[in-house]
């Protein structure tokens, strides 16, 4: 069974205090990891797709990376508009879960000024 | 037009109420999904509907019932809900099924009293 977990569960920062949030995945045959970007009442933001270890993909502050295992999202000098939940997804490429998502729980981050 | 379009944005029905959720797109997705979402938990995948078949139903209760009339639109019929239905739903569209991306629209947060 594809399994996601993210870590930490929430995560306060300074605003400027550069930090990283954690996904492992467990995955048959891992077709693209993802990341999203959830505000509170609205539908997920997508973020970034990768799809063989060693990618890397940045955008403004954020910048994600993959291993054969896990996936880092690193946020660079955070500003309190970078709060959100995020979320990691992985899809899978063989067997039963073909194509479907399975998502993480989550990362709640808040950023003070 | 990269939206995806839900309404209501919220809704207060009654166990023995019928109502819909209505989601449009316009960007020529051929695959659309439903997904539910409880306060502080990850979207769980309900239905997918890929060139308007329905072409996964995770388990869900009859009394979410799904319909896609055309390629733009897809609504989630609900009938006799449980108090413990209340939740975010989201409307979701990929380019195909399978497909990595996906664009989720605002939700509608559904109270069941």
């Known amino acids: 069974e594809d399994q996601v977990t993210q870590s930490p569960e929430a995560l306060r920062l300074q605003e400027g205090e550069s930090s990283s949030l954690n996904c492992s995945y467990t995955v048959s045959g891992l077709r693209g990891l993802f990341w999203y970007r959830q505000d509170p009442g609205k539908g997920p933001e997508f973020l970034f797709t990768?799809?063989?270890a060693g990618e890397e993909k940045e955008k403004e502050r954020l910048k994600a990376t993959l291993t054969k295992k896990e996936s880092f999202l690193h946020i660079t000098a955070p500003k309190p508009e970078d709060s959100a939940t995020y979320l990691c997804?992985?899809?899978?490429?063989?067997?039963?879960?073909?194509?479907?998502?399975?998502f993480g729980q989550g990362t709640i981050l808040t950023v003070h000024p | 037009d990269t939206e995806v379009t839900q309404t209501p944005k919220h809704l207060v029905m009654g166990m023995t109420n019928k109502k819909s959720l209505k989601c449009e797109q316009h960007m020529g997705h051929r695959a659309m999904y439903w997904y539910k979402q409880k306060a502080k938990k990850p979207p769980e995948l309900m239905f997918v509907?890929?060139?308007?078949?329905?072409?996964i139903n995770e388990s869900v209760p009859s009394r979410f019932s799904p319909e896609c009339p055309n390629s733009s639109l897809l609504n989630l019929h609900l009938h006799a809900l449980q108090p413990e239905d209340s939740a975010l739903y989201l409307c979701?569209?990929?380019?195909?099924?399978?497909?990595?991306?996906?664009?989720f629209g605002s939700g509608t947060q559904l109270s069941v009293l």
């Open positions: 509907y890929s060139y308007e078949k329905l072409s």
């Open positions: 990768l799809y063989s």
């Open positions: 997804a992985v899809q899978a490429g063989g067997g039963t879960s073909y194509g479907k998502l399975t």
């Open positions: 979701a569209s990929s380019h195909r099924e399978g497909d990595e991306k996906l664009f």
